[in-house]
Nanobody
Framework: QVQLVESGGGLVQSGASLRLSCEGS????????MGWFRQAPGKQHELVAV?????????KYVDSVKGRFTISRDYATNTVVLQMNNLKPEDTAVYYC?????????????????WGLGTQVTVSS
């Protein structure tokens, strides 16, 4: 059974940091793109950050998190980490770990191959 399991969410104040971690199991994820989407209340899923497979490794961020969030992967352990610094109230959302095939549209929630169950991040002002 293929799974993505997230950890590391929580409630923090504005300006604080959180580290989200996601571990994949059931197959190798090394050639897949792995990353993070988020969904705030009443809004659609939004790509936050994604990193390509071991043969590409390219990274993309949504403009609103550039300079604050950093994505990284450990291809050997099927793990992807999102380091979130200087958090803002508008970062409040459920964060989902997602994996895409290399040739898929990485910005599309629906086109993902695998999804985690999500972890809540709440940033108070």
């Amino acid at each position: 059974q293929v799974q993505l399991v997230e950890s590391g969410g929580g409630l923090v104040q504005s300006g604080a940091s959180l580290r989200l971690s996601c571990e994949g199991s059931g197959r190798s994820f090394s050639l897949l793109a792995m990353g993070w989407f988020r969904q705030a209340p009443g809004k659609q899923h939004e790509l936050v950050a994604v990193q390509g497979g071991i043969d590409l490794g390219n990274i993309k961020y949504v403009d609103s998190v550039k300079g604050r969030f950093t994505i990284s992967r450990d291809y050997a352990t099927n793990t992807v980490v999102l380091q979130m610094n200087n958090l803002k109230p508008e970062d409040t959302a459920v964060y989902y770990c997602v994996a895409h095939a290399p040739d898929a549209n990485w910005a599309s929630w629906a086109n993902a191959a695998y999804w985690g169950l999500g972890t809540q991040v709440t940033v108070s002002s």
